[in-house]
């Protein structure tokens, strides 16, 4: 064996390397295959990404092929690497498609009709909406949008364009602050959904990060659930339904213990998966019953879980379950719609939307403490397009200002009014009969110009003026579609993600038991 010395960049690809040890050693290059910490080098990856470091040992082997032969593996390889690589620009628009949808979910706000558009919402675990802060709401819900396009891809056992997604949302939750994420279940199935994706893609050299997101589970589910499931008991009436998620929990730990050589902690986690299985098998007869009374799949499994195998308790918690889900889905509507016809009055009255949403969650839906919310915090009477700069070059026509100077306002004061909003008459009428005719600090510009000036071709006097829109409709359609696509992977069910049939969870804990019991095998 001849050992020779090559220096080059961790940031070439492997094609690049394997080029550069065959010109400089005279192999033909697509003769030899290139060995790297037990690993053939991956052509189309840089080193770097590959885990390569400085002063590495490679090893490089020699293939005897006929000249035949080689064309054909040089053709193979070319087209395994495009192949490789319109897969993952595919991936790329996919995923870019699915960021667009989100954002554009995740920013529709309660002014917006809930008959007629489509928006994404958070609920705590009986259906009701939950408070949060804008800008943690937003995250959370690009979270949990890349989430359930994961969660899609797992369920047609696309495990490798369903990684991307996951691994995604885990860095959304992570934007949600820590206090989030131990509340709510969420992070704590991701958790679980990256590691299943893991194992079904035999991505051994993510076993360290595998055993801390299963800590990091385990962690969640505690602080979540309590420590003997007290708190899931108190709202939810049983914990029957989240043992699925514990049984893949144990199920994934027992596969870490096993590929990290603790064979005893593997064989204790892999006997509680088994036993939760034996616990949670549901018979198929009395599926068939519940179908037969109009229940879904779904429920029936929910349904039997919670009530543990009691086909009449399961038929009558179902029941009770969908008219809950029904009266609370009618409350939250009819709460948006009073939101909404709230905001549009205020918006008829000349306040922008940011203002109108903002005062309404502070008064608590009494639109005439929204009104004075709004005038004694002048900030919120500028729209987040006005600037308060010296030298403003909006032209304020002059009929508008002998407007409200017939009303009895100084001319200046006036001018400066409709200068600050716009040219919008309602809003400075408004503000400078609070403010006894004046303006207040917070929106007086620093230069008290009073100059007058000529009446502008397109003023802004109607309250209801909006921004124009700009770009094509081919751009509009991309938006619907980007939309259209995460709503297709909502599931219906919001316990949708308790519902593992557990088939292909009892062919792995019984693959995983039969390697234990082999290594327990004393050798003769």
Same mark, same amino acid.
């Given at each position: 064996?001849?050992?020779?010395?090559?220096?080059?960049?961790?940031?070439?690809?492997?094609?690049?390397?394997?080029?550069?040890?065959?010109?400089?050693? %005279?192999?033909?290059?697509?003769?030899?295959?290139?060995?790297?910490?037990?690993?053939?080098?991956?052509? %189309?990856?840089?080193?770097?990404?590959?885990?390569?470091?400085?002063?590495?040992?490679?090893?490089?082997?020699?293939?005897?092929?006929?000249?035949?032969?080689?064309?054909?593996?040089?053709?193979?390889?070319?087209?395994?690497?495009?192949?490789?690589?319109?897969?993952?620009?595919?991936?790329?628009?996919?995923?870019?498609?699915?960021?667009?949808? !989100?954002?554009?979910?995740?920013?529709?706000?309660?002014?917006?009709?809930?008959?007629?558009?489509?928006?994404?919402?958070?609920?705590?675990?009986?259906?009701?909406?939950?408070?949060?802060?804008?800008?943690?709401?937003?995250?959370?819900?690009?979270?949990? %949008?890349?989430?359930?396009?994961?969660?899609?891809?797992?369920?047609?056992?696309?495990?490798?364009?369903?990684?991307? &997604?996951?691994?995604?949302a885990d860095k959304h939750f992570c934007e949600?602050?820590?206090?989030?994420?131990?509340?709510?279940?969420?992070?704590?199935?991701?958790?679980?959904?990256?590691?299943?994706? &893991?194992?079904?893609?035999?991505?051994?050299?993510?076993?360290?990060?595998?055993?801390?997101?299963?800590?990091?589970?385990?962690?969640?589910?505690?602080?979540?659930?309590?420590?003997?499931?007290?708190?899931?008991?108190?709202?939810?009436?049983?914990?029957?339904?989240?043992?699925?998620?514990?049984?893949?929990?144990?199920?994934?730990?027992?596969?870490?213990?096993?590929?990290?050589?603790?064979?005893?902690?593997?064989?204790?986690?892999?006997?509680?998966?088994?036993?939760?299985?034996?616990?949670?098998?549901?018979?198929?007869?009395?599926?068939?019953?519940?179908?037969?009374?109009?229940?879904?799949?779904?429920?029936?499994?929910?349904?039997?879980?919670?009530?543990?195998?009691?086909?009449?308790?399961?038929?009558?918690?179902?029941?009770?379950?969908?008219?809950?889900?029904?009266?609370?889905?009618?409350?939250?509507?009819?709460?948006?719609?009073?939101?909404?016809?709230?905001?549009?009055?205020?918006?008829?009255? %000349?306040?922008?939307?940011?203002?109108?949403?903002?005062?309404?969650?502070k008064s608590k839906g009494n639109i005439e403490?929204?009104?004075?919310?709004?005038?004694?915090?002048?900030?919120?009477?500028?729209?987040?397009?006005?600037?308060?700069?010296?030298?403003?070059?909006?032209?304020?026509?002059?009929?508008?200002?002998?407007?409200?100077?017939?009303?009895?306002?100084?001319?200046?004061?006036?001018?400066?009014?409709?200068?600050?909003?716009?040219?919008?008459?309602?809003?400075?009428?408004?503000?400078?009969?609070? &403010?006894?005719?004046?303006?207040?600090?917070?929106?007086?510009?620093?230069?008290?110009?009073?100059?007058?000036?000529?009446?502008?071709?397109?003023?802004?006097?109607?309250?209801?003026?909006?921004?124009?829109?700009?770009?094509?409709?081919?751009?509009?359609?991309?938006?619907?579609?980007?939309?259209?696509?995460?709503?297709?992977?909502?599931?219906?069910?919001?316990?949708?993600? !308790?519902?593992?049939? !557990?088939?292909?969870?009892?062919?792995?804990?019984?693959?995983?038991?039969?390697?234990?019991?082999?290594?327990?095998?004393?050798?003769?």
């Amino acid at each position: 064996m001849q050992k020779n010395i090559l220096e080059t960049k961790l940031v070439i690809t492997g094609k690049e390397l394997r080029s550069q040890i065959a010109e400089a050693y %005279g192999f033909e290059e697509n003769c030899i295959k290139v060995i790297i910490n037990k690993k053939q080098l991956e052509l %189309g990856k840089t080193l770097e990404e590959q885990g390569i470091t400085h002063n590495v040992k490679v090893m490089v082997l020699e293939l005897k092929l006929s000249e035949e032969e080689t064309r054909r593996k040089i053709r193979e390889e070319e087209i395994q690497y495009e192949e490789e690589a319109l897969k993952k620009k595919e991936i790329s628009q996919r995923m870019q498609r699915t960021k667009r949808g !989100l954002e554009i979910l995740a920013e529709r706000e309660d002014s917006l009709d809930p008959d007629t558009t489509p928006y994404l919402d958070i609920a705590n675990q009986t259906g009701r909406t939950i408070q949060i802060p804008p800008q943690a709401k937003k995250a959370l819900l690009i979270a949990m %949008g890349y989430h359930e396009k994961g969660r899609a891809l797992l369920k047609k056992k696309e495990y490798a364009v369903a990684l991307p &997604y996951l691994l995604d949302a885990d860095k959304h939750f992570c934007e949600c602050g820590s206090v989030l994420l131990t509340t709510v279940d969420n992070y704590a199935v991701l958790q679980l959904d990256i590691v299943w994706c &893991y194992y079904h893609l035999g991505q051994l050299e993510c076993l360290d990060d595998a055993e801390k997101k299963l800590v990091a589970a385990h962690d969640c589910f505690r602080k979540c659930y309590g420590e003997h499931h007290e708190r899931l008991v108190t709202i939810k009436g049983s914990s029957g339904r989240e043992k699925a998620l514990f049984l893949r929990l144990y199920l994934l730990e027992g596969i870490s213990h096993y590929h990290n050589g603790r064979e005893k902690e593997a064989a204790e986690c892999l006997q509680r998966a088994h036993s939760l299985f034996q616990e949670l098998v549901i018979d198929p007869e009395k599926i068939n019953s519940l179908l037969l009374l109009g229940f879904s799949a779904q429920e029936a499994r929910l349904g039997l879980r919670a009530c543990e195998g009691n086909l009449e308790h399961a038929a009558n918690h179902i029941s009770s379950r969908r008219e809950e889900k029904a009266l609370i889905r009618r409350e939250e509507r009819a709460k948006r719609r009073k939101q909404l016809e709230g905001i549009n009055s205020l918006k008829s009255m %000349g306040y922008s939307e940011r203002a109108a949403r903002e005062a309404l969650h502070k008064s608590k839906g009494n639109i005439e403490e929204a009104v004075k919310i709004i005038l004694d915090n002048p900030q919120l009477l500028l729209s987040n397009d006005d600037a308060l700069t010296p030298g403003d070059d909006f032209q304020v026509p002059q009929q508008s200002i002998e407007q409200l100077v017939y009303m009895g306002f100084n001319p200046g004061i006036a001018e400066q009014a409709l200068k600050i909003f716009r040219g919008n008459i309602q809003l400075a009428i408004q503000t400078l009969l609070h &403010y006894g005719g004046s303006l207040p600090a917070d929106l007086q510009t620093p230069s008290d110009s009073t100059t007058t000036s000529n009446e502008s071709s397109s003023s802004k006097d109607s309250p209801t003026d909006s921004a124009g829109t700009s770009g094509a409709s081919t751009d509009e359609d991309m938006e619907v579609d980007a939309v259209s696509e995460i709503l297709e992977d909502i599931p219906e069910h919001e316990e949708d993600y !308790l519902d593992l049939t !557990l088939e292909e969870e009892e062919v792995v804990i019984k693959e995983y038991l039969s390697y234990i019991r082999h290594l327990q095998v004393p050798s003769k």
